[in-house]
């Protein structure tokens, strides 16, 4: 089985969704369904089709958590030795050589990415153009656009 990176924060909000899904919306959804039950003819009881419904989705989710912490190789960044290199997890400074625009990431897995909260995937142009570089290195990023000159001006271990 491939393992995939996730940061220890990745896999914790995992577990705790994983936890509220089994611990409290589970038997939710399970109290709702026999109660639609209880209402008679199930073929056209809209409370028991949707209580179904979201049934199928909590089960499919849960199952979607499992397998992803099942295959995970969690990497807490702050435990590693602390290098001016850019690795899985780090948080990393570049400045655009042509905009002079600083910008900050962290380098994440796949399923955390959030460009709203400056979190990208490893697969991302940018992570994969920087992976490996050190702290003050120039790097060219080919993105969908373009080639991109980026100076990294910090690594963090946090």
């Given at each position: 089985m491939?393992?995939?990176?996730?940061t220890?924060?990745?896999?914790?909000a995992?577990?705790?969704?994983?936890?509220?899904?089994?611990?409290?919306q589970?038997?939710?959804?399970v109290a709702?369904?026999a109660?639609?039950?209880?209402?008679?003819?199930?073929k056209?009881n809209?409370?028991?089709?949707?209580?179904?419904?979201q049934q199928?989705f909590?089960e499919?989710?849960?199952?979607d958590i499992?397998?992803?912490?099942?295959?995970?190789?969690?990497?807490d960044?702050?435990?590693?030795?602390?290098?001016s290199k850019?690795i899985?997890g780090?948080t990393?400074?570049?400045?655009?050589m042509?905009?002079?625009?600083e910008?900050?990431y962290?380098i994440?897995g796949?399923d955390e990415?959030?460009v709203?909260?400056?979190?990208?995937?490893?697969?991302?142009?940018?992570?994969?153009?920087?992976?490996?570089k050190?702290e003050g290195?120039?790097v060219?990023?080919?993105?969908?656009?373009?080639?991109?000159?980026?100076e990294i001006s910090?690594?963090?271990?946090?």
């Open positions: 491939q393992t995939t990176p996730m220890k924060e990745g896999a914790d995992l577990m705790e969704e994983l936890k509220d899904l089994k611990q409290n589970r038997p939710r959804v709702a369904i109660e639609a039950r209880e209402h008679g003819d199930l056209e809209a409370e028991y089709h949707a209580a179904r419904e199928g909590i499919g989710r849960v199952q499992e397998f992803k912490l099942g295959s995970a190789q969690i990497i960044v702050t435990s590693v030795p602390k290098t850019v899985f780090t990393v400074s570049i400045i655009n042509d905009t002079e625009e910008k900050t962290q994440v796949h990415a959030d709203k909260k400056n979190k990208i995937s490893i697969n991302s142009p940018i992570a994969r153009g920087l992976i490996g050190n290195d120039d060219v990023v080919k993105t969908p656009a373009g080639d991109v000159d980026y910090s690594v963090k271990y946090i």
